[in-house]
């Protein structure tokens, strides 16, 4: 009989059940002392289950759930966190190459600290590999995957790679309330418990995983939509930790057309343009500076960096506006969910800021 305390549930949400990815990863070597049992819960009634993975469903080698309806990221999860009882949870995707020796830089990690939250291992990605995803990477959008390179504890991790306590937890699971497509829950519920705790989850460089390129490496833009609606999500439910800032592209375009009669009435609907023009294109240009300070300034890069970056804007404010109404106008969460200012400078934004009143004073004058 093993030890409770060496016991981990491997939980893997998926909707492709590709058996390229998960077979490597169900057949990781493992510490000989500890117990591992895998549960794989399918989010999609239609999928066609491998001869492979059927076979190790059938040793019992696997539990191997398929939703009879779609139920989401969120719920997913849950499912495979009730089925199993295990003393610690380990939480990867069903499209990532891990290292080999993951499961013991975890193990090891537990044995140092059995009483932590958990651990927020490290999700790496490729190089990138087209102008697209050195705009993701320059953009920040990767950032909170390899947040294990720079930090040594932190309030959450992405859920590709990230091992929760089971007596830590508790009976919080992962919210229905973001969308079923995933985006705010693997945010919310390691916020949840690390407040609950008064702690925070232990940084694991050592547990590496790599996750592929989205749709590879090809220009997308819904999943980033789909971050900015989770943050959405999130910011209500952490209601001291927000604060607000300067306007973003989007929201400056919506303010322009809400005082569009008024600057029209007062300048002309050619300055109003003008305005409109502005926003964007202080915003590429300065996309275009920090791409050059990573090495990729091209105009592909800048362009690419601002749809993404405005794609979770926009994804940010439709969904804020609907939950919270304009009270959700300009406002901001912290990542680190660090206690917020109640506004905060960024030199970034105060350059446009800078830029865009020398414009309109060029304008009213001219």
Same mark, same amino acid.
């Given at each position: 009989?093993?030890?409770?305390?060496?016991?981990?549930?491997?939980? /893997?949400?998926?909707?492709?059940?590709?058996?390229?990815?998960?077979?490597?990863?169900?057949?990781?070597?493992?510490?000989?002392?500890?117990?591992?049992?895998?549960?794989?819960?399918?989010?999609?009634?239609?999928?066609?289950?491998?001869?492979?993975?059927?076979?190790?469903?059938?040793?019992?080698?696997?539990?191997?759930? /398929?939703?009879?309806?779609?139920?989401?990221?969120?719920?997913?999860?849950?499912?495979?966190?009730?089925?199993?009882?295990?003393?610690?949870?380990?939480?990867?995707?069903?499209? /990532?190459?891990?290292?080999?020796?993951?499961?013991?830089?975890?193990?090891?990690?537990?044995?140092?600290?059995?009483?932590?939250?958990?651990?927020?291992?490290?999700?790496?990605?490729?190089?990138?590999?087209?102008?697209?995803?050195?705009?993701?990477?320059?953009? !920040?959008?990767?950032?909170?995957?390899?947040?294990?390179?720079?930090?040594?504890?932190?309030?959450?991790?992405?859920?590709?790679?990230?091992?929760?306590?089971?007596?830590?937890?508790?009976?919080?699971?992962?919210?229905?309330?973001?969308?079923?497509?995933?985006?705010?829950?693997?945010?919310?519920?390691?916020?949840?418990?690390?407040?609950?705790?008064?702690?925070?989850?232990? @940084?694991?460089?050592?547990?590496?995983?790599?996750?592929?390129?989205?749709?590879?490496?090809?220009?997308?833009?819904?999943?980033?939509?789909?971050?900015?609606?989770?943050?959405?999500?999130?910011?209500?439910?952490?209601?001291?930790?927000?604060?607000?800032?300067?306007?973003?592209?989007?929201?400056?375009?919506?303010?322009? @057309?809400?005082?569009?009669?008024?600057?029209?009435?007062?300048?002309?609907?050619?300055?109003?343009?003008?305005?409109?023009?502005?926003?964007?294109?202080?915003?590429?240009?300065?996309?275009?500076?920090?791409?050059?300070?990573?090495?990729?300034?091209?105009?592909?890069?800048?362009?690419?960096?601002?749809?993404?970056? @405005?794609?979770?804007?926009?994804?940010?404010?439709?969904? !804020?506006?609907?939950?919270?109404?304009?009270?959700?106008?300009?406002?901001?969460?912290?990542?680190?969910?660090?206690?917020?200012?109640?506004?905060?400078?960024?030199?970034?934004?105060?350059?446009?800021?800078?830029?865009?009143?020398?414009?309109?004073?060029?304008?009213?004058?001219?």
């Amino acid at each position: 009989m093993h030890h409770l305390s060496k016991s981990v549930d491997i939980i /893997i949400p998926s909707f492709r059940l590709d058996e390229q990815y998960l077979l490597p990863v169900i057949q990781l070597p493992k510490p000989a002392d500890w117990a591992f049992r895998y549960y794989i819960v399918v989010d999609n009634p239609g999928v066609k289950v491998s001869p492979a993975i059927q076979q190790l469903a059938d040793a019992g080698a696997i539990q191997l759930f /398929i939703n009879p309806e779609n139920l989401g990221a969120a719920e997913s999860r849950n499912k495979g966190i009730n089925a199993g009882n295990g003393a610690w949870i380990l939480f990867l995707d069903d499209d /990532i190459v891990a290292d080999n020796n993951l499961l013991f830089a975890y193990t090891a990690a537990i044995t140092k600290n059995e009483q932590a939250l958990g651990f927020i291992g490290l999700t790496d990605f490729p190089d990138p590999i087209s102008s697209f995803t050195k705009s993701v990477d320059v953009a !920040g959008l990767t950032a909170n995957f390899k947040i294990a390179n720079i930090k040594d504890e932190y309030m959450w991790g992405v859920t590709a790679n990230m091992m929760y306590n089971r007596a830590a937890m508790q009976e919080l699971r992962f919210s229905d309330v973001f969308p079923k497509s995933g985006g705010g829950e693997d945010v919310d519920l390691p916020v949840q418990i690390s407040i609950r705790h008064n702690s925070k989850f232990k @940084c694991l460089k050592e547990a590496k995983v790599t996750h592929p390129w989205w749709n590879n490496g090809k220009a997308h833009f819904d999943r980033f939509v789909r971050y900015g609606v989770g943050n959405a999500h999130v910011l209500p439910r952490f209601k001291k930790y927000t604060w607000y800032g300067f306007p973003n592209p989007i929201e400056s375009t919506v303010l322009l @057309c809400v005082l569009a009669p008024l600057i029209i009435y007062f300048l002309s609907w050619q300055k109003w343009l003008v305005l409109v023009a502005a926003v964007w294109v202080f915003e590429m240009a300065l996309n275009y500076i920090r791409a050059s300070l990573k090495g990729y300034g091209t105009l592909t890069t800048a362009y690419y960096m601002t749809r993404l970056r @405005c794609s979770v804007e926009w994804g940010l404010l439709k969904t !804020g506006l609907t939950l919270q109404g304009p009270r959700a106008f300009m406002q901001r969460i912290n990542v680190d969910f660090s206690r917020p200012h109640h506004f905060r400078l960024n030199r970034w934004r105060i350059t446009k800021i800078i830029l865009f009143v020398i414009l309109l004073t060029i304008l009213i004058i001219w």
